[in-house]
């Protein structure tokens, strides 16, 4: 039998997002097939048919962070590859403070009834690749010296952690980008030959 039109893609976002926003400001108790059905006006029926069961559904959760991580990441394609780097450093943290209720779950515990697997943590880690290959390309036009890996590792923390900041209420969305532009120029101080070349927009 078709899937009623009612069950869409539209419906399935809606859940996806309520879900993010009951784990993150309730924890996994705050979370049911029937709560989350609730507040979407819909029906336990639909999450079964788009998402699954609640296990499935904390999946989606995560996967969707890192899918939209992914295409802001991508979106950031600058031709050169130093631009490029300041680009996705903006463009994590836009992403960060957009979309603050997938990104708790994202870096935060994880929920119970919910353990990522090997190709869910792939998928994860495929944001840093995108990472690791700016990088790389940083190093193969002699701007940067080191290790790719390394280096994106070290470039993904300090925007990880500015961002948890920011979402702390600690500073707003200007005040932490011009600290993480700063904490970023000061790594590249020992790392690229053309000092302070990611202070751009700052």
């Known amino acids: 039998m078709a899937r009623p039109r009612t069950y869409d893609d539209a419906l399935r976002a809606r859940l996806i997002e309520t879900a993010a926003e009951l784990l993150a400001a309730e924890g996994p108790r705050g979370v049911s097939v029937r709560r989350v059905a609730a507040a979407c006006d819909t029906s336990t029926t639909a999450i079964y048919a788009l998402l699954g069961n609640k296990g ?28 490029r780097l300041a680009a996705q450093r903006d463009a994590y943290l836009a992403n960060a403070l957009e979309n603050p ?26 944001t840093l690749r995108q990472l690791i290959d700016c990088v790389q390309a940083c ?53 690229t030959a053309q000092r302070g070349a990611l202070s751009g927009g700052a």
């Open 56 to 83: 499935e559904l904390v999946r989606s959760v995560y996967l969707e962070g890192f899918r939209r991580l992914g295409d802001r990441l991508a979106a950031a394609d600058e031709p050169d590859p130093l631009d």
């Open 101 to 126: 209720h997938l990104y708790a779950v994202m870096f935060g515990p994880t929920p119970a009834g919910f353990e990522p697997d090997d190709e869910d943590t792939a998928f994860a880690l495929s």
């Open 139 to 191: 190093i193969d036009a002699d701007l940067l010296d080191g290790d790719a890996d390394d280096i994106a590792v070290e470039l993904w923390a300090s925007s990880h952690g500015v961002c948890m900041l920011a979402l702390a209420g600690m500073f707003d969305a200007d005040e932490a980008h011009r600290h993480l532009v700063r904490l970023q120029d000061h790594l590249f101080v020992g790392l």
